[in-house]
């Protein structure tokens, strides 16, 4: 019987071939809290009585959802995460460097790997063809400790989508598509793995939002073939070395198979407040916008940037409209820097946050005020993700967000 993704790298980790379905006892290759499960996560490790942490090279520790901190009990728990570093010898990602999901696969991530992290986009490693899952924290302290993690083998779900996007379309508009058509809860505990010619020619970017956008479907991960271009992407970040390809068998077996024409793909935007309240922008008349923020784990790459920054080039934001940009990590920031994106933002009046989480958690910069609409490039629109139930949040690609901090309503021209 042939193999999916997933079931072939739990296989390796669990030493004996497993299916869907399947209780088993795996090995972990890398694990990561953040600032907001972190400390959690501390304690409970203390309470198993470990002397030492299983890995601390692959231990990874991220200050980012408050990043900087914007009050006292937040930098306590910050604290908490840097003197448990220092006396475990954990790598601590700190206060600038960038949201933990784009830092794991910049720095930390291989493919056929397992990582688990106390965050549920942990997912988006899994476009790096690791089997990449949010777990509790009291989970991942277990990791952390043994090296090792339980889990059920997820059945998958085969996305194969083919074709070309028409002009504009983003692979934020797909992942909006497919969560709309199977619901916000329709793959639960699944596996997504996607494929088709429309993937293979989208860039690691495009490929890591779909990746961390697999649970707001409810899914276990998202899993992608690693091929030349995530070569290239280990290349560029120091790691070619740990370039390998594990594809899945032609008999696998899938609990359900989806197929998408790239074509039949609109702008698309889920509206609050559920991600899967998904509708095309042009049947969205006249929704005005207070706030437009660009960023997140799931759209924050340079890629995202670039295509903000060349519909913004010489021209000023919508006067009624709050801009925020705020690059995933350092090294995106700096690259924004470098090709002169940044520039081209504060010329629009738009405004430019640290690397960080930023305003997605609603913890610090760009709550909304009462009453107030939100169209960001994130990843949730739930009530009072944005630090106020009174405010809307509607979600979108990047393309949609730049004309729509341009228009002052919802838009995509």
């Known amino acids: ?150 889990l059920k083998v997820p059945a998958t779900f085969k996305i194969e989508v083919n074709g070309n996007f028409k002009k504009g379309i983003c692979s934020k508009d797909l992942m909006l598509y497919i969560i709309g058509l199977i619901g916000a809860d329709g793959a639960t505990y699944k596996a997504l793995e996607f494929c088709g010619d429309t993937i293979e020619k989208m860039n690691m970017s495009e490929r890591f939002t779909l990746a961390n956008m697999a649970v707001e479907a409810g899914a276990k991960a998202g899993l992608f073939v690693a091929d030349e271009k995530t070569k290239e992407f280990l290349r560029q970040h120091g790691r070619e070395n740990k370039f390998r390809s594990i594809r899945p068998d032609d008999d696998a077996i899938y609990e359900r198979i989806i197929k998408i024409n790239a074509e039949d793909i609109e702008h698309t935007v889920a509206c609050p407040h559920t991600v899967d309240n998904t509708k095309n922008v042009k049947d969205l008349k006249n929704i005005k916008v207070d706030q437009v923020f660009v960023g997140t784990c799931t759209n924050g790459r340079i890629e995202d940037l670039r295509v903000v920054a060349d519909i913004l080039e010489g021209k000023e934001i919508n006067p009624n409209v709050r801009m925020l940009i705020c690059p995933a990590s350092k090294d995106v920031y700096i690259n924004a820097l470098e090709e002169g994106l940044i520039k081209k933002f504060v010329e629009a009046n738009a405004t430019i946050l640290p690397p960080g989480c930023g305003p997605c958690v609603g913890v610090h910069a760009g709550t909304l005020a009462d009453g107030e609409v939100c169209l960001a490039t994130q990843n949730r629109n739930f009530q009072g993700r944005m630090g106020n139930v009174d405010g809307k949040i509607y979600l979108a690609s990047p393309y949609v967000a730049a004309y729509t901090a341009l228009r002052g309503y919802i838009s995509a021209e």
């Open 1 to 150: 019987m042939g193999q999916t993704l997933a079931e072939k790298i739990i296989s390796e980790h669990a030493g004996k071939k497993v299916k869907a379905g399947e209780l088993v006892i795996a090995n972990v290759d890398v694990t990561a809290v953040q600032d907001g499960t972190g400390p959690l996560t501390v304690q409970e490790f203390l309470k198993l009585g470990k002397e030492k942490l299983h890995n601390p090279q692959r231990t990874i520790l991220f200050i980012d959802h408050a990043s900087p901190s914007p009050r006292k009990e937040l930098s306590n728990t910050h604290t908490i995460l840097r003197n448990f570093s220092k006396e475990y010898g954990a790598i601590l990602s700190d206060v600038g460097a960038g949201v933990c999901h784009q830092r794991l696969v910049e720095s930390f991530v291989n493919p056929g790997e397992i990582l688990v992290g106390a965050d549920s986009h942990t997912c988006t490693s899994g476009a790096l063809g690791a089997f990449a899952t949010g777990m509790g924290s009291t989970d991942v302290a277990v990791a952390m400790a043994l090296g090792k993690t339980w």
